[in-house]
């Protein structure tokens, strides 16, 4: 079955992988984008409706492939732990010499934001974050009905074209989002990942942590979302000193895919404001 995200460019990282990833802009101001954990997620399947444009607006925009998806390496032999995620991403920030940057992140890409943005404070000038994971005990997430249907159905093998369409519109509010492009981008990409990818993962709660972002948060958030419980929006707003949300109706997880245009001037004047 031939892949059909684009190939772009990959990195050799100290931990042994390579990572691919899509680069757009030549400005010395880096905005990196994290896509979450979904079967054939990819960087460019979850960010193509946004990363051009704010490149086009004056930044150097980074979309890598997390290991597990996309074009990236996909070990057997690594738990696929938050920490995992984020020393990759570290690493990867190294290699292509980024020593200050913007984060945006989606699902588990938020919590990955989030935790390097705790660990390097230095480094992370802002933070962007669409329904991230990484706020509830692990028990709170697996009682969601996307978690659930993602779970059984790649753990059994079911994601053929109909059964990633059918997890794909969990994902939306109107299923008008789920697009032959779209299955064409992810359903080749599932094919390769191991189960690891899932069987392994472990994100830890980072609510008690949140004080310790300093650095000005934009949030968005889909109440219709049926992986990350629109609730944690709140906790970002109470314990983050610097942060606003935006939370929209008639909106699932995916909040840059199903709002882009809102999604990408927003970001911006944020990203503008905030020089």
């Excluded at 935006?246 to 503008?272: A, K, Q, S």
């Amino acid at each position: 079955m031939t892949i059909s995200i684009p190939e772009q460019q990959y990195a050799d990282l100290p931990n042994g992988l390579r990572i691919h990833y899509q680069e757009e802009g030549k400005a010395s101001r880096a905005v990196v984008f994290i896509h979450g954990s979904g079967p054939g997620a990819s960087g460019f399947s979850n960010f193509k409706g946004n990363f051009r444009w704010i490149a086009h607006h004056g930044f150097r925009c980074i979309v890598p492939d997390l290991p597990g998806y996309g074009l990236s390496a996909k070990p057997v032999d690594r738990a696929y732990v938050l920490d995992f995620f984020v020393e990759t991403l570290r690493q990867l920030l190294d290699t292509l010499r980024v020593d200050r940057c913007v984060l945006i992140g989606n699902s588990l890409g938020g919590a990955i934001a989030m935790k390097l943005a705790l660990d390097q404070p230095h480094r992370v000038g802002q933070l962007v974050l669409m329904g991230p994971g990484g706020l509830e005990e692990r028990e709170v997430y697996f009682r969601m009905e996307g978690i659930q249907r993602m779970m059984t159905d790649f753990a059994g093998g079911a994601l053929d074209r109909q059964g990633m369409r059918r997890l794909l519109t969990l994902l939306v509010h109107d299923p008008c989002h789920v697009t032959e492009e779209l299955l064409d981008e992810r359903v080749p990409i599932v094919n390769m990942q191991p189960k690891e990818v899932l069987s392994t993962m472990r994100v830890p709660n980072l609510t008690e942590r949140l004080p310790e972002l300093r650095m000005p948060v934009l949030g968005f958030w889909g109440v219709n979302d049926r992986f990350c419980p629109a609730s944690g929006a709140m906790k970002i707003l109470e314990h983050c000193p610097n942060a606003r949300f935006t939370l929209l109706n008639r909106c699932g997880h995916w909040v840059m895919v199903e709002h882009v245009d809102l999604f990408n001037h927003t970001t911006l004047d944020f990203l503008r404001r905030n020089l």
